[in-house]
Nanobody
Framework: QVQLVESGGGLVQAGGSLRLSCAAS????????MGWFRQAPGKEREFVAA????????YYGDSIKGRFTMSRDVAKNTVYLQMNSLKPDDTAVYYC?????????????????????WGQGTQVTVSS
């Protein structure tokens, strides 16, 4: 099985920055994708970003508009989400996920069904 541990969440003022980390341990798939989702109170879980491990291509949700950047550290089996120009609407619990990469199209990475394992989430609160 795979264990995912998110960290780096916290309280930040609007316009500020925050970097989230997600460390994966245990057995992973030979070909897989890792993603970030978020869920705000009263809203459905929303796709934020994803990375295909095989070629390091990244994919982003429409609401991000260039403010967030996803990256990876292969040796540490860890992904990061650098969040800049944060807005109060970014307030949510952020979840890391991993799944076998069967995707041939970019929209596939935004689907919750793509992912098999999820972390516990880390709270991000943006104050105004």
């Amino acid at each position: 099985q795979v264990q995912l541990v998110e960290s780096g969440g916290g309280l930040v003022q609007a316009g500020g920055s925050l970097r989230l980390s997600c460390a994966a341990s245990g057995r992973t798939f030979s070909t897989y994708a890792m993603g970030w989702f978020r869920q705000a109170p009263g809203k459905e879980r929303e796709f934020v970003a994803a990375i295909a491990w095989s070629d390091s291509r990244t994919y982003y949700g429409d609401s991000i508009k260039g403010r967030f950047t996803m990256s990876r550290d292969v040796a540490k089996n860890t992904v990061y989400l650098q969040m800049n120009s944060l807005k109060p609407d970014d307030t949510a619990v952020y979840y890391c996920a991993v799944g076998r990469d069967y995707c041939s199209y970019s929209w596939c990475y935004s689907m919750r069904e793509t992912y098999d394992y999820w972390g516990q989430g880390t709270q991000v609160t943006v104050s105004s």
